[in-house]
């Protein structure tokens, strides 16, 4: 059997398959996976709790420090790594200066250039020469429009057979003023 006894006060901790509790409290635990439950012990912030399993007479205890991941030792000691970096500047700055110091000799600039030019006198000779036409949109005038043969392009529809169906209209008479058309059309409301 595993007990998890919380001695934390005033917490309510809530794990699926155990109904809600508060704290401080024991549980029985058995049937539930341990990792899950120090998870969920670990998000909610529970810092003094025990977990007790019992074999017959045997009984062990464990508690959060038995669960937390060990934290990892660092091999080498700041000051050491900072020594290797200061030792690793002074060679690049060695390095750096002596290749300061080394003067590239004038001629070997001057042959430099020298095959460069002849480089480029013989990619332009091989060049042919092409001719280029260009245009411009100002010789351009407006656009043209073609228009639709004279035949019209909707037929025409016969209209002496249909009639109007609807509401019928009335013409009352003309009128003068605002007051007369208030009147009028208070008369067709009727």
């Given at each position: 059997?595993?007990?998890l006894?919380?001695k934390?006060?005033?917490l ?11 704290t401080?409290?024991k ?7 341990l990792?899950?439950?120090?998870k969920?012990?670990?998000?909610l ?14 009984e062990?205890i464990y ?21 290797r970096?200061?030792k690793i ?15 590239i000799?004038e ?21 042919i020469v092409r ?22 392009f909707?037929?025409?529809?016969d ?15 003309e009128?003068d ?5 208030a009147?009028?059309l208070s008369?067709?409301?009727?």
């Open positions: 059997m595993i007990t006894r919380v934390d006060k005033g309510l901790i809530e794990i699926p398959g155990i109904t809600p509790f508060r401080p409290a549980m029985n635990i058995t049937n539930i996976k990792p899950f439950i120090i969920i012990l670990n998000n912030g529970v810092q003094d709790y025990e977990i007790v399993s019992r074999e017959g007479d045997k062990n508690t959060k420090k038995d669960f937390e991941k060990p934290k990892k030792k660092k091999n080498k000691d700041l000051s050491k790594i900072n020594e970096f200061n500047e002074e060679l690049l700055y060695v390095l750096a200066k002596k290749e300061s110091n080394k003067n000799p001629e070997q600039i001057t042959n430099k250039l020298n095959s460069l030019e002849e480089l480029s006198k013989r990619i332009l000779q091989k060049e001719e280029i036409v260009y245009t411009s949109s100002k010789d351009y005038k407006t656009p043209i429009v073609e228009e639709l043969d004279e035949d019209p909707i037929p025409s529809i209209l002496s057979e249909m009639k109007l169906r609807g509401s019928s209209s009335e013409t009352l008479g009128i003023g605002a007051e007369e058309a009147d009028l008369r067709l409301k009727e």
